[in-house]
């Protein structure tokens, strides 16, 4: 029974649980164990559920479902898993779309025809940072390759993805999971079509795998792999992971080579279903490429899910070097001097074609971010005859504009106060034009309007917009401010690696506009995709560890960049992983480190001393200089329980002492030998959960430059609080005022049958704020005024309420509705009650009352009255 009890809050806990409007409430993934007989389960499911999707597949066998009476699912739920033909059951989660917003896309495709690519060089620089084009003026170009693509479909009918769909076309593979109107919550309508017309994000995704050449003059890391494409979401809202893991095991059953999916939600808990999946598929052969997460700015430990997936590639964002921006030809004269060019990108709305008058601006200042944030002086001129020019920052476009308007102003220029440009759209009556100039454009025409001069623009026809590349010197070659920070819950390093992912240019429905750029590591991850394919063409082999491990090896880990500034330090491996990917040397590289990263854990479970190998393939023996350098020390915490944001959050140069019993070592032809390698963590206050990495360096005689990331957490992860605010909020208030003490609920009568109740009933909610993973969260019911508490321990909470407990629980609030029902179904009486919570610490043990493993609080006091 170990088995199954151990299962068991498997059932109640969703393994990401962010609100409870991500548990499709009722539904489960069960998985079957292979070769048993179903007819038990067929009895039992008949009666209580409908089967929503079925999985056939030599990998995962078993199938969806949804219970009818939704208050006795999870009781049903645990009876099922007591079959032995049961293997696994899980939590129907919903996950997010993803958010990746286009900086400018066409506007239609005649308009797009009309681009005419300037200054920019003929090599794509996304390929140049990674060596994709050294490999590519070699003739690799991933043929022999299939490519499974998991995401919103494929525009196949853009000319830079074939035209086409299915045998002898780009796009050769694939399948529609879920339909046009599907949200993630409704019921699916799949087809064979996995056309994407109104979602983007696939599309954009498949070019930078694959496009072919175009007029923008780029084309894929991997022009002539094929490519099976999955669609998973609809038009809009989410998508399931029971579609989602169905998708997997159809690009599995399709031959896939490589499987990618810029797709995830929060988590850190490689016990998740998803991850579960995606590692099985992994060890069956199939490289899987994750991206690791946009959400750099909520600091250390805040990993994504299915990318923390064990020996899953989870993969980081870098910084294009060059800002691919569309700019409209125009230009401007100075106290009626001789024509001058200048160039805006066009936003929304673009009225812009033949307009030509005077430039004016609230600030000659070029420094000040506030211009425009407060409404403008009674002595303002109108601004109905003027183009507005207004410095990007200090507060939001939107406001900038509204107050310019109030005033007139029709036509709005905002010039940037960082690299590149982006289109921006507004509402606000009266505005007939908008636009963004980069920053040089902007400061050189608020210094002719400084000096006194009549300044009058002749803006050019948005539709006439042409390609420019401006280097990016403030953050081309660093890791993305936005790029999602490691470590895993249990101290695995993750991301991996990473590629260039912000300011993609790539391939956009049709009907979109054609062409994009978009950033976020849903950009770099079908990059390290096609990556995968080239080195396939290379090596000869489709291993996932030995590819890795040859990118791991030759990855160039860069500085430490807030986006604002540079720092002398090495950015930490929780932040980067190993580095930027360099293709070429990893399809060439003969020297092999295994394993390709160490982790010496937290301070708990210390792992002071580990080994890796060197193996030489060459024919020729070589010596190696064995050394280390230590990246940036970045500290969890400061003076709170929550972990600080980035940038913010410190870092500094208090490295690890590493020594290793070899500094320099001869390797003989085709030989191997172990490096042991010895830690002591650096000196620092473990209080506030510093991580330490860096890297272990290798220079050989034969040319080859290679690196090992390291990383520990100079810290106990069992000693953090899990647990930060508890408080009351009644369900049907959307704004969630805090509930006062004492204060009265009235919810419909029910009986232990446990019919739903009401949708808008008010119940009593408890919101807890989870500053830090948990594997297990209980919430029980207190009686106040008479009875007694049965405690219990904590494997048996006899107060536990319904949907109590969750389990592998990540940074985010967690949700919990009362409706009189406990865990056992039973209804308790109207009365006085309290909630509280316990939240098991990481790495603690469940079956222990010990108060250092458990953060417990409770709610302020209430009264549940039944009418």
């Known amino acids: 029974m170990a088995r199954k009890s151990l299962l068991l809050w498997c059932i109640f806990g969703a393994f990401l649980t962010v609100d409870a409007g991500q548990i499709a409430r009722g539904s489960f993934v069960v998985e079957f164990q292979d070769n048993q007989d179903l007819s038990v389960y067929r009895r039992l499911v008949e009666a209580k559920a409908d089967t929503v999707m079925s999985f056939d597949y030599s990998l995962f066998k078993g199938e969806s479902i949804q219970f009818k009476d939704l208050e006795t699912a999870e009781h049903s739920a645990t009876e099922l898993l007591e079959l032995e033909c049961i293997k696994n059951i899980w939590p129907k989660q919903i996950y997010s779309r993803p958010n990746a917003k286009a900086l400018w896309t066409g506007s239609s495709v005649e308009s797009m025809l009309r681009v005419k690519r300037q200054n920019v060089n003929d090599t794509f620089s996304p390929h140049v940072q990674t060596q994709v084009d050294r490999l590519r003026a070699n003739g690799i170009t991933g043929k022999g390759v299939k490519i499974a693509v998991i995401d919103t479909g494929i525009?196949?009918?853009?000319?830079?993805?074939?035209?086409?769909?299915?045998?002898?076309?780009?796009?050769?593979?694939?399948?529609?999971?879920?339909?046009?109107?599907?949200?993630?919550?409704?019921?699916?309508?799949?087809?064979?079509?996995?056309?994407?017309?109104?979602?983007?994000?696939?599309?954009?995704?498949?070019?930078?795998?694959?496009?072919?050449?175009?007029?923008?003059?780029?084309?894929?890391?991997?022009?002539?792999?094929?490519?099976?494409?999955y669609r998973v979401f609809g038009c809009e809202g989410d998508a399931s992971n029971d579609v989602i893991i169905d998708a997997y095991m159809r690009a599995v059953e399709d031959g896939a080579n490589i499987i990618t999916a810029s797709l995830g939600d929060t988590g850190g808990w490689s016990q998740d279903p998803w991850s579960v999946v995606v590692t099985r598929?992994?060890?069956?052969?199939?490289?899987?490429?994750?991206?690791?997460?946009?959400?750099?700015?909520?600091?250390?430990?805040?990993?994504?899910?299915?990318?923390?997936?064990?020996?899953?590639?989870?993969?980081?964002?870098?910084?294009?070097?060059?800002?691919?921006?569309?700019?409209?030809?125009?230009?401007?004269?100075?106290?009626?001097?001789?024509?001058?060019?200048?160039?805006?990108?066009?936003?929304?709305?673009?009225?812009?074609?033949?307009?030509?008058?005077?430039?004016?601006?609230?600030?000659?200042?070029?420094?000040?971010?506030?211009?425009?944030?407060?409404?403008?002086?009674?002595?303002?001129?109108?601004?109905?005859?003027?183009?507005?020019?207004?410095?990007?920052?200090?507060?939001?476009?939107?406001?900038?504009?509204?107050?310019?308007?109030?005033?007139?102003?029709?036509?709005?220029?905002?010039?940037?106060?960082?690299?590149?440009?982006?289109?921006?759209e507004t509402s606000v009556t009266g505005v007939l034009g908008i636009g963004m100039l980069r920053t040089s454009t902007g400061?050189?025409?608020?210094?002719?309007?400084?000096?006194?001069?009549?300044?009058?623009?002749?803006?050019?026809?948005?539709?006439?917009?042409?390609?420019?590349?401006?280097?990016?010197?403030?953050?081309?070659?660093?890791?993305?401010?936005?790029?999602?920070?490691?470590?895993?819950?249990?101290?695995?390093?993750?991301?991996?690696?990473?590629?260039?992912?912000?300011?993609?240019?790539?391939?956009?429905?049709?009907?979109?506009?054609?062409?994009?750029?978009?950033?976020?590591?849903?950009?770099?991850?079908?990059?390290?995709?096609?990556?995968?394919?080239?080195?396939?063409?290379?090596?000869?082999?489709?291993?996932?560890?030995?590819?890795?491990?040859?990118?791991?090896?030759?990855?160039?880990?860069?500085?430490?960049?807030?986006?604002?500034?540079?720092?002398?330090?090495?950015?930490?491996?929780?932040?980067?992983?190993?580095?930027?990917?360099?293709?070429?040397?990893?399809?060439?590289?003969?020297?092999?480190?295994?394993?390709?990263?160490?982790?010496?854990?937290?301070?708990?479970?210390?792992?002071?001393?580990?080994?890796?190998?060197?193996?030489?393939?060459?024919?020729?023996?070589?010596?190696?200089?064995?050394?280390?350098?230590?990246?940036?020390?970045?500290?969890?915490?400061?003076?709170?329980?929550?972990?600080?944001?980035?940038?913010?959050?410190?870092?500094?140069?208090?490295?690890?002492?590493i020594s290793m019993n070899e500094t320099k070592i001869t390797i003989p032809p085709h030989g191997q030998a172990a490096v042991a390698v010895t830690v002591k963590p650096p000196a620092v206050d473990a209080k506030l959960l510093p991580v330490y990495s860096g890297y272990i360096t290798l220079n050989g005689t034969n040319g080859e430059n290679l690196s090992l990331p390291y990383q520990g957490i100079a810290g106990s992860l069992n000693s953090q609080t899990v647990l930060g605010n508890w408080a009351l909020f009644a369900s049907t208030d959307t704004d969630n005022p805090i509930t006062a003490s004492n204060s009265t609920f009235a919810i419909p009568s029910l009986s232990n049958n446990s019919s739903s109740i009401n949708n808008n009933s008010s119940l009593p909610t408890a919101i807890a704020d989870m500053v830090f993973g948990s594997p297990l969260v209980y919430v029980e019911a207190i009686p106040v005024d008479g009875g007694s508490l049965a405690k219990g321990n904590a494997t048996g909470n006899s107060n536990d309420i319904f949907n109590s407990p969750k389990r592998w629980v990540s940074r985010v609030p967690v949700e919990f509705e009362f409706n009189g029902t406990m865990a056992d179904h039973t209804i308790v009486p109207a009365g006085r009650y309290k909630l509280r919570v316990r939240a098991l610490h990481i790495f603690g043990n469940e079956d222990t009352d010990d108060s250092t493993q458990w953060d417990v609080a409770e709610t302020p006091e209430f009264f549940i009255q039944y009418a």
Request: charged share 15%; hydrophobic share 35%.
């Open 155 to 229: 525009d196949y009918t853009h000319p830079a993805l074939g035209g086409c769909f299915g045998t002898g076309c780009l796009v050769a593979d694939g399948y529609d999971l879920v339909g046009d109107a599907y949200t993630g919550t409704n019921v699916p309508v799949p087809d064979s079509d996995p056309w994407d017309g109104c979602g983007g994000h696939g599309t954009h995704v498949a070019g930078i795998i694959a496009a072919q050449q175009n007029q923008f003059g780029f084309t894929g890391a991997a022009p002539d792999v094929k490519l099976a494409a």
């Open 443 to 657: 400061v050189a025409l608020i210094n002719a309007l400084a000096s006194g001069s009549e300044v009058v623009l002749s803006m050019g026809d948005p539709i006439a917009a042409r390609l420019e590349g401006e280097p990016n010197n403030r953050t081309g070659g660093f890791i993305s401010t936005t790029s999602s920070w490691g470590p895993a819950w249990d101290g695995d390093m993750n991301p991996e690696f990473g590629v260039p992912g912000g300011y993609i240019l790539s391939t956009y429905p049709v009907s979109l506009g054609s062409y994009a750029v978009l950033s976020g590591t849903s950009m770099s991850c079908p990059l390290v995709a096609a990556i995968y394919a080239l080195l396939s063409n290379v090596r000869g082999t489709l291993d996932p560890a030995l590819l890795h491990q040859y990118l791991s090896s030759t990855a160039i880990p860069n500085l430490l960049n807030t986006g604002d500034s540079t720092f002398p330090l090495l950015a930490p491996v929780a932040q980067q992983g190993a580095g930027l990917l360099q293709a070429w040397e990893a399809a060439h590289v003969t020297t092999l480190l295994s394993p390709s990263s160490i982790m010496f854990n937290d301070t708990d479970y210390l792992k002071s001393s580990v080994s890796f190998t060197i193996t030489n393939t060459e024919n020729q023996e070589v010596t190696y200089n064995i050394s280390s350098v230590g990246a940036a020390t970045a500290y969890t915490f400061s003076d709170s329980t929550t972990p600080d944001p980035f940038p913010g959050l410190k870092t500094d140069d208090s490295f690890a002492h």
């Open 281 to 424: 598929i992994v060890d069956s052969g199939i490289p899987c490429v994750l991206s690791a997460g946009n959400d750099g700015s909520m600091g250390l430990f805040h990993p994504q899910t299915p990318a923390n997936g064990k020996r899953v590639a989870a993969i980081a964002s870098y910084d294009n070097s060059i800002y691919p921006i569309l700019l409209v030809p125009s230009s401007f004269r100075v106290n009626g001097g001789d024509s001058k060019p200048f160039g805006y990108t066009s936003g929304s709305p673009r009225s812009w074609a033949g307009v030509e008058l005077p430039l004016w601006a609230p600030s000659f200042n070029s420094t000040e971010n506030g211009q425009g944030c407060t409404e403008l002086p009674d002595g303002t001129p109108d601004l109905s005859d003027k183009v507005i020019l207004i410095r990007r920052g200090g507060c939001t476009i939107a406001k900038k504009v509204q107050n310019v308007a109030d005033k007139g102003a029709r036509y709005i220029l905002i010039y940037n106060n960082i690299g590149g440009t982006a289109v921006l």
